[in-house]
T-cell receptor, first 120, second 114 residues
Framework: DGGITQSPKYLFRKEGQNVTLSCEQN?????MYWYRQDPGQGLRLIYY???????QKGDIAEGYSVSREKKESFPLTVTSAQKNPTAFYLC???????????????????FGPGTRLTVL | AQKVTQAQTEISVVEKEDVTLDCVYE???????LFWYKQPPSGELVFLIR??????QNEISGRYSWNFQKSTSSFNFTITASQVVDSAVYFC???????????FGAGTRLTVKP
């Protein structure tokens, strides 16, 4: 079945440690995204990638890093510089359609099951 | 800047009641896309619907219906004859045609009691 997988489901980290969250998709989608969700809040964009070897910062990129070496994979590293990393992290992908210009005409995203990160 | 407001933080209804979840958005673009997602307790967001700004036709899918009104910048979601399985957090989101990102509202937690 096609879909998005995230691992692990739960992750515990000690303060000062870097940790990497995995996101894999087999939907053949070009674009991938990382969001952070805090209790009672909506999703906030951390990073997104339109194509392999390219990615852009979202609203809250500080303290995070990503890579996009393969179309199917978009891992997120939470570094020790992230002051408050405890949150629920969601990965998404989409396959935007294009009009005559470069921008997408739609941006319907499909989400993985999420990783809940807790800093001890 | 684009913005999505879901003023209802929590709603509680009894099974079989109808319930409407409100969504108000702000955008300067004439072309944009609106979405509703459902987040059950498992955490994964489930896509429900996408609506283009140039298509104001309301949509019905089973017990779900959506009312899109550009005049009031609203995209409300109604569940008819609610069921316990409808209990979840529902998010409204907006994407402008020129942007890659999607802006989410804070979500409305719906609890349907038996």
């Amino acid at each position: 079945d096609g879909g998005i997988t995230q691992s692990p489901k739960y992750l515990f980290r000690k303060e000062g440690q870097n940790v990497t969250l995995s996101c894999e998709q087999n939907l053949n989608h070009d674009a991938m995204y990382w969001y952070r969700q805090d209790p009672g809040q909506g999703l906030r964009l951390i990073y997104y990638s339109q194509i392999v070897n390219d990615f852009q910062k979202g609203d809250i990129a500080e303290g995070y890093s990503v890579s996009r070496e393969k179309k199917e994979s978009f891992p997120l590293t939470v570094t020790s510089a992230q002051k408050n990393p405890t949150a629920f992290y969601l990965c998404a992908s989409s396959s935007p359609s294009f009009s005559a210009g470069e921008r997408p005409t739609s941006n319907e995203q499909f989400f993985g099951p999420g990783t809940r990160l807790t800093v001890l | 800047a684009q913005k999505v407001t879901q003023a209802q933080t929590e709603i509680s209804v009894v099974e079989k009641e109808d319930v409407t979840l409100d969504c108000v958005y702000e955008t300067r673009d004439t072309t944009y896309y609106l979405f509703w997602y459902k987040q059950p307790p498992s955490g994964e967001l489930v896509f429900l619907i996408r609506r283009n700004s140039f298509d104001e036709q309301n949509e019905i899918s089973g017990r779900y219906s959506w009312n899109f009104q550009k005049s009031t910048s609203s995209f409300n979601f109604t569940i008819t004859a609610s069921q316990v399985v409808d209990s979840a957090v529902y998010f409204c989101a907006l994407s402008e045609a020129r942007e890659w990102d999607m802006r989410f509202g804070a979500g409305t937690r719906l609890t349907v009691k038996p």
